[in-house]
């Protein structure tokens, strides 16, 4: 069957509880907050869109920061709860990726965790480059599929790996195309984007033996976390990867 592009309609109550009501999603917002905070600190009030961005919780803190949000998504669904979450000063538009091709107005685009649910994610990595202008900045995260696959070595899923990572029935809340971090880099290279810096999104928290103590000891596991997401080898293990780029 081919892939289709993920919509999560029907399921926005589910994707809002699984991915901000769980340690996992806290831990990912936390750690992606501030790496946005850090690579923004010091610039004036940026035009920043985020493409993708679900409910909104990544605009909304954007937005406090002082910068001028629009959020998109394919999902209506999803935007209904972000237009009740949100302040009305952040633009809400109801649109894919593709679709999107004002890109070179805005200072900032983030695109966090959408390449991993398209059917052609390089389709849209060539869309960014075409669309953003010289100068602009792209905060990008997707689903780390090199350490998808270690961690399901870690598992003993072994008919999985074989298979490539694939299943026969998809769950909707399972992305389905991770992505290589030196692959996707590669690409980006090509396209005219320079790396000015990357870390891995959760090195650790995904891979502990006991479960509980992702809640027991968060805070210590967030200061494990700040502390390895941008060394070797650690970052590379992240579950999620995240690229901070500039156009050129």
Not at 147 to 173: E, P, T, W
Request: aromatic share 10%.
């Amino acid at each position: 069957m081919a892939l289709k592009d993920q919509s999560f309609n029907g399921l926005a109550h589910k994707f809002n509880r699984n991915i901000y009501g769980t340690t996992k999603g806290q831990l990912r917002h936390t750690l992606l907050c501030e790496v946005l905070s850090e690579s923004l600190s010091g610039l004036p009030p940026q035009r920043i869109i985020e493409l993708g961005g679900g409910t909104g919780v990544m605009s909304a803190f954007l937005a406090a920061q002082g910068h001028h949000l629009t959020l998109t998504d394919i999902s209506e669904e999803i935007l209904a709860l972000a237009r009740e979450q949100l302040d009305s000063a952040i633009d809400i538009r109801q649109a894919d990726l593709f679709s999107v091709n004002e890109l070179g107005d805005f200072d900032v685009v983030v695109c966090h965790a959408v390449l991993e649910w398209l059917a052609h994610p390089f389709d849209a990595l060539a869309h960014l480059g075409t669309q953003m202008a010289p100068g602009a900045k792209l905060s990008l995260t997707f689903f780390n599929r090199d350490a998808a696959l270690f961690s399901n070595a870690i598992y003993g899923n072994f008919d999985y790996i074989a298979r490539g990572m694939k299943v026969k029935n998809q769950v909707r809340l399972n992305p389905q195309q991770p992505l290589s971090p030196k692959v996707v880099i590669d690409r980006l290279e090509q396209l005219g984007f320079s790396i000015k810096s990357m870390r891995g999104i959760r090195c650790f928290h995904d891979y502990l033996r006991d479960k509980d103590m992702a809640a027991s000891h968060y805070e210590e596991l967030l200061a494990l976390e700040r502390q390895y997401c941008t060394q070797e080898p650690y970052l590379w293990l992240g579950k999620y990867f995240h690229l901070w780029l500039e156009k050129n």
